[in-house]
């Protein structure tokens, strides 16, 4: 008696030509969306570090009543080194020489030219380029006027492109 294995290893074309084909597809879903995730990451980033600095802004302000300073605030990079690096100079109360503290713990680095998802300074006015369109969203410490400091860091960009950093 003569037994005969039939033994097949290895998968056929079609088998082969099916899994490229849905790999394909899996590819074309996943990579779209893993862009626009990142886009969002800029974005909420970005959220963050505005949230960051009004409450920042808002403290020092509240630190400077406290002491009697009533100087204003008028530069979040006083050094030029970054865009949130340390507050203007404060009035010096008490014989004390004027002082300036920090805005963040960590320093937020300029664009570089042609730069995105990032931002510009030129006190009172900080700009933040969005990373999708490129567009400049501007952000100010000056009340509307444009004359006097208000302590607070308003968005004076569009509505649309405000309403998506601050909301």
Known sequence: MKKTLNMS??????????VIVIIGILAGVAIPKLAATRDDAEIAKAKSTIASVRAALSTERQLRVLRGDFTPITSLNADG???????????????????????????????????????????????????????????????????????????????????????
């Open 81 to 167: 080194l970054g865009a949130f690096t340390v507050f203007s100079l404060d009035g010096g109360v008490g014989g004390n020489p004027p002082v300036s503290r920090p805005v963040l713990g960590n320093t937020v680095p300029i664009c570089a030219p042609g730069g995105r998802a990032c931002w510009n300074a030129a006190a009172p006015v900080y700009t933040y380029v969005l990373p999708i369109s490129g567009n400049r969203v501007t952000f100010s410490i000056q009340d509307a006027n444009g004359i006097t400091y208000s302590g607070q860091f308003r968005c004076t960009g569009s509505a649309d492109d405000c309403r998506l950093l601050t909301q």
């Open 9 to 18: 290893s290895g998968f056929t074309l079609l088998e082969v030509i099916f």
